[in-house]
């Protein structure tokens, strides 16, 4: 199956922690990164999730936000620190390419926050992304 969504990151299921309604699933990107999925409790025993799963991280590039500094004092779970690798502009959109450990991302911004952050090849940026808008896919 081809998916439209730019980020699918190799990694391996950390820990596992059902709710009632939902679970939230820790894990490491290939490149060492931790992060967190927060996704529905049926979805994560239909994936048979559990430490040591193997799974593809998906991010689609519209829920992916960029920080130029540090981003204290935010509820969003997972922070990748990057550098800026490609930066293409429209007139109300940008596309920006990020290199994060053994990864690169694609963010889709507003022109105007690209401008506001003064984003060019080599900037280092930290991609934000909340845990909500994370889904894992398994084989």
Do not use: F, H, W
């Not at 999730?49 to 998906?58: N, Q």
């Not at 992916?64 to 293409?88: I, K």
């Not at 911004?109 to 690209?114: G, V």
């Amino acid at each position: 199956m081809s998916l439209s969504i730019r980020n699918q990151l190799p990694g391996t299921v950390t820990a596992v922690t059902p709710g009632e309604a939902m679970a939230t699933v820790g894990v490491r990107l290939s490149g060492g990164q931790d992060l967190t999925a927060a996704i529905t409790r049926e979805a994560a025993e239909d994936l048979a999730l559990a430490p040591g799963t193997a799974v593809r991280v998906l991010m689609k590039s519209t829920e992916v936000a960029l920080a130029t500094g540090r981003a204290d004092g935010l509820s969003l779970r997972n922070r990748l620190p990057g550098t800026v690798t490609a930066l293409t502009t429209g007139a109300a959109m940008a596309s920006v390419s990020v290199a994060v450990e053994g990864a690169e991302l694609t963010a889709a911004i507003t022109r105007q926050a690209a401008d506001a952050l003064e984003l060019s090849v080599g900037v280092p940026v930290v991609a934000l992304v909340k845990s909500t808008d994370v889904s894992l896919a398994t084989g």
